[in-house]
């Protein structure tokens, strides 16, 4: 069999086990059988023996059996929202759909991120050696690039754009959006990583990659009005997010991050579905970047 085939068979599989939750070989192999990739041949326990082992090895994702001999994912933490593994079978799962369905493809549409996989893949490469990387770069509305030599610490994918967070010998992050970046360079210098650095908690009070440590973090009171109520709760702007009080049109939700000027921005870009409560000082700041809006217009 064709190793993109097999591969397309593990994602599957993993795929259907995470959103049962704990599902038997049975009711594995009925949703097998529904699929095309099955041809209308059951999914055997030795395939699926086969299929746990080559899944463990190549995504580090273990499922385990219980006592009841239902199926689940060992490590729940390996399929959270945010995780590489659940973001790239996410992605695949996603794939094997549109590609089962390749006579629709006029009907399917999708949206392009930029391709900076060179960058992409240089970046990965010298975080694994753990090599500082040499960034020549130009910023938004700067004629003249700039050159950084930082250690690459993560990268971020935020709003179809892919970020590095260096760090600098001295001291001090930066994040480097790919798209901006003219050139990069795996160097021979190495570095050290913070034993305590977590990527996962260094962006967690803020909304995406700007961080501005300067600002502080605040507790804002939001209102969203009509459809984008429902749609605060099923896509929450932030994890800290959490419903206050829903009047008869409207629900207020409360967050806690430092609110950078992407967060503002994200705010006005709801329009009058969505407007900051408290505290009084945002709400001041929103009300001057409207009064700028407007005069744009006249």
């Known amino acids: 069999m064709k190793a993109s085939v097999l591969f397309k068979e593990y994602v599957w599989l993993v795929d259907t086990i995470a959103r049962a939750g704990r599902i038997t070989l049975r009711e594995i192999n009925d949703r097998w059988l529904l699929t095309d990739m099955s041809e209308g041949v059951p999914f055997s326990r030795t395939t699926f023996r086969r299929h746990r082992q080559e899944v463990e090895e190549m995504f580090g994702i273990i499922i385990d059996c219980d006592a009841e001999n239902r199926y689940y994912i060992d490590d729940p933490s390996l399929m959270s929202t945010d995780s590489v593994p659940r973001w790239m079978l996410s992605t695949l799962a996603v794939s094997n759909i549109v590609s ?7 009907r399917i549409l999708l949206e392009s991120i ?3 996989s060179e960058h992409l893949r240089l970046v990965v490469e010298a975080m694994r050696g753990n090599r500082r990387v040499a960034v020549t770069y130009r910023r938004y509305g700067s004629s003249e690039p700039q050159q950084w030599t930082v250690d690459p610490y993560c990268i971020k994918l935020f709003r179809r754009r892919w970020y590095l967070l260096g760090r ?5 992050f930066i994040v480097l959006s790919f798209d901006r970046m003219l050139e ?3 160097t021979e210098e190495t570095f050290t990583m913070d034993k305590d650095f977590d990527a996962q908690a260094y962006f967690s009070e803020y909304y995406g990659v700007m961080v501005d440590d300067r600002i502080p973090v605040q507790r804002i009171v939001l209102r969203a009005y009509g459809n984008e109520r429902y749609a605060m709760r099923d896509l929450p702007i932030h994890p800290s997010q959490r419903e206050l009080e829903a009047g008869e049109d409207y629900v207020d939700l409360e967050v806690r991050l430092h609110p950078t000027h992407d967060f503002l921005a994200q705010i006005l870009s709801r329009g009058r579905w969505l407007k900051v409560v408290s505290p009084e000082g945002i709400v001041q700041e929103i009300n001057q970047l409207l009064q700028e809006t407007a005069e744009n217009y006249k």
């Open 100 to 106: 089962e369905a390749r006579g629709m493809h006029d």
């Open 168 to 172: 600098f010998e001295k001291g001090g």
């Open 114 to 116: 930029p391709s900076e």
């Open 184 to 186: 990069i360079a795996v």
